[in-house]
């Protein structure tokens, strides 16, 4: 499952804002390091707990609402980040759009004589695993490759999963430029073939900055594209809206997104409290 978790909760998630310029990674906006939140060492592990809710009709005749919560953990050692997040999902609507590992809608079914429905459950694991260079070896430039699988371990009986994997992998480039850090990410993912449903693997786009507005906040602005994962959705496009406060191990973050195409939810709201040690 997860428009709302990848592109703004679990994007969110992993993807914190340095606070120090030098060292921020914007294209996964990596957690805050350096003495303002985790002191730096050879590791460091943290989670992630936080609620999002989004509500779009995805181009049927009917809006679905998901209010989800996430748990997230991830392991940091050298420039290797591991991460293991699993949401807890209410799902009210048509009962038909679920969502792959990259986020994107799926709607299965458009029939309109199909009544709406709710169902709550856990969603699918994503297991996601990351190498970024550090800027001393592109002249400031940071470059981070991804890989991510998302296993179906969510009820596709209840129509919280497709019941099958999908597996991903995202280049990240970013450079800080005072307090701006732009940054860019393009990915793409292979998704699973559940029988008697046709599915697209996609591609994807995000460009954005983040931008240092004091020593212990931080927003980020971005623009996603993903291309459409099935023939009765179209490609979604949104813009991602984010703050962050750190202070010593903790972050918080508020984001919004808005959706500019049928592809994505109309619009989605949601906070995250991440704590870090090593």
Same mark, same amino acid.
């Given at each position: 499952?997860?428009?709302?978790?990848?592109?703004?909760?679990?994007?969110?998630?992993?993807?914190?804002?340095?606070?120090?310029?030098?060292?921020?990674?914007?294209?996964?906006?990596?957690?805050?390091?350096?003495?303002?939140?985790?002191?730096?060492?050879?590791?460091?592990?943290?989670?992630?707990?936080?609620?999002?809710?989004?509500?779009?009709?995805?181009?049927?005749?009917?809006?679905?609402?998901?209010?989800?919560?996430?748990?997230?953990?991830?392991?940091?050692?050298?420039?290797?980040?591991?991460?293991?997040?699993?949401?807890?999902?209410?799902?009210?609507?048509?009962?038909?759009?679920?969502?792959?590992?990259?986020?994107?809608?799926?709607?299965?079914?458009?029939?309109?004589?199909?009544?709406?429905?709710?169902?709550?459950?856990?969603?699918?694991?994503?297991?996601?695993?990351?190498?970024?260079?550090?800027?001393?070896?592109?002249?400031?430039?940071?470059?981070?490759?991804?890989?991510?699988?998302?296993?179906?371990?969510?009820?596709?009986?209840?129509?919280?999963?497709?019941?099958?994997?999908?597996?991903?992998?995202?280049?990240?480039?970013?450079?800080?430029?005072?307090?701006?850090?732009?940054?860019?990410?393009?990915?793409?993912?292979?998704?699973?073939?559940?029988?008697?449903?046709?599915?697209?693997?996609?591609?994807?786009?995000?460009?954005?900055?983040?931008?240092?507005?004091?020593?212990?906040?931080?927003?980020?602005?971005? @623009?996603?594209?993903?291309?459409?994962?099935?023939?009765?959705?179209?490609?979604?496009?949104?813009?991602?809206?984010?703050?962050?406060?750190?202070?010593?191990?903790?972050?918080?973050?508020? @984001?919004?997104?808005?959706?500019?195409?049928?592809?994505?939810?109309?619009?989605?709201?949601?906070?995250?409290?991440?704590?870090?040690?090593?």
């Amino acid at each position: 499952m997860h428009r709302a978790i990848s592109k703004t909760l679990l994007l969110v998630a992993l993807a914190l804002p340095a606070l120090d310029a030098g060292a921020a990674f914007a294209g996964e906006k990596a957690v805050p390091s350096g003495d303002k939140t985790v002191p730096s060492g050879d590791w460091d592990l943290t989670g992630t707990f936080g609620f999002g809710h989004s509500n779009g009709n995805y181009g049927t005749a009917r809006d679905t609402s998901v209010d989800l919560g996430l748990s997230t953990l991830s392991l940091s050692a050298g420039g290797f980040r591991f991460t293991a997040s699993v949401p807890y999902m209410h799902i009210d609507g048509r009962g038909l759009v679920v969502f792959d590992a990259s986020g994107n809608p799926i709607v299965i079914n458009r029939r309109a004589a199909l009544p709406p429905d709710a169902r709550t459950g856990w969603g699918d694991l994503t297991l996601s695993a990351s190498y970024t260079l550090p800027p001393s070896v592109l002249d400031d430039f940071e470059l981070r490759v991804s890989g991510v699988a998302k296993l179906p371990i969510a009820s596709a009986r209840k129509r919280l999963s497709t019941g099958e994997a999908d597996l991903g992998m995202s280049v990240d480039l970013s450079r800080p430029f005072g307090i701006w850090t732009p940054f860019v990410t393009v990915g793409y993912l292979s998704v699973g073939q559940p029988v008697g449903y046709t599915l697209y693997d996609t591609t994807s786009v995000s460009a954005g900055t983040s931008l240092e507005l004091s020593q212990n906040l931080v927003a980020v602005a971005s @623009y996603d594209y993903d291309s459409a994962d099935g023939p009765l959705v179209a490609a979604a496009q949104s813009l991602l809206g984010s703050l962050s406060w750190v202070h010593n191990n903790v972050t918080l973050t508020g @984001y919004g997104t808005v959706g500019l195409s049928s592809g994505s939810a109309d619009m989605g709201v949601g906070f995250l409290v991440s704590y870090g040690v090593n």
